[in-house]
T-cell receptor
Framework: DAMVIQNPRYQVTQFGKPVTLSCSQT?????MYWYQQKSSQAPKLLFH???????NEADTPDNFQSRRPNTSFCFLDIRSPGLGDAAMYLC?????????????FGPGTRLTVT | ELKVEQNPLFLSMQEGKNYTIYCNYS?????LYWYRQDPGKSLESLFV?????AVKQEGRLMASLDTKARLSTLHITAAVHDLSATYFC????????????FGDGTTLTVKP
């Protein structure tokens, strides 16, 4: 089945130690998103790729970076994680088109910062 | 800036009852989505509403869109425990850039 895969599902890192989260998709969608979701809150868009074009949200901290080496893969790099970065990180995809940007979400990576 | 408001934010209801969740948004948009999130899980797409007057139904859930009123509703009929989850509406920002603004979510608890 076509899907969005995130690895790892759970990640524990130390304060200030860089961490990379990965996302892959078999849907062949051209838009990929990274969200941060904290407990009992709505997902917060960090950035997204529309094809190869990178779009950063204005309030995304510089500590968060992303790479999309090809259509199928996208990475989230947190350069120096702080305690406030502990959250669920969700990757999503959509197929760009006039009619719909329905998003398909991966299972998420739960990040713990110690 | 597009703002999306859901109400109520928390809803506790008994099995068998009906209720409606509301999603209001502040600027013109023709595309609205409903997502479901179970505790500790990711989001799952429920409905895609693409035009004024659109109505979609799946089981005990029915969603509708009134673009003139900038309002979508998610109606629950004869609730069952399995519907307990958080429901988010999301509205396209209208730039064709593929970005949506999410509401804060409605946490639904269905009690026996």
């Amino acid at each position: 089945d076509a899907m969005v895969i995130q690895n790892p599902r759970y990640q524990v890192t130390q304060f200030g130690k860089p961490v990379t989260l990965s996302c892959s998709q078999t849907l062949n969608h051209n838009v990929m998103y990274w969200y941060q979701q904290k407990s009992s809150q709505a997902p917060k868009l960090l950035f997204h790729y529309y094809d190869k074009d990178f779009n950063n949200e204005a309030d995304t901290p510089d500590n968060f970076q992303s790479r999309r080496p090809n259509t199928s893969f996208c990475f989230l790099d947190i350069r120096s994680p702080g305690l406030g970065d502990a959250a669920m990180y969700l990757c999503a995809t959509s197929k760009a088109g006039y009619f719909s940007y329905e998003q398909y979400f991966g299972p998420g990576t739960r990040l713990t910062v110690t | 800036e597009l703002k999306v408001e859901q109400n109520p934010l928390f809803l506790s209801m008994q099995e068998g009852k009906n209720y409606t969740i509301y999603c209001n948004y502040s600027t013109t948009s023709d595309r609205l989505y409903w997502y479901r999130q179970d505790p500790g899980k990711s989001l799952e797409s429920l409905f895609v509403l693409l035009s004024n007057g659109a109505v979609k139904q799946e089981g005990r859930l029915m969603a509708s869109l009134d673009t003139k009123a900038r309002l979508s509703t998610l109606h629950i009929t004869a609730a069952v425990h399995d519907l307990s989850a958080t429901y988010f509406c999301a509205v396209d920002r209208g730039t064709n850039a593929g970005k949506s603004t999410f509401g804060d979510g409605t946490t639904l608890t269905v009690k026996p």
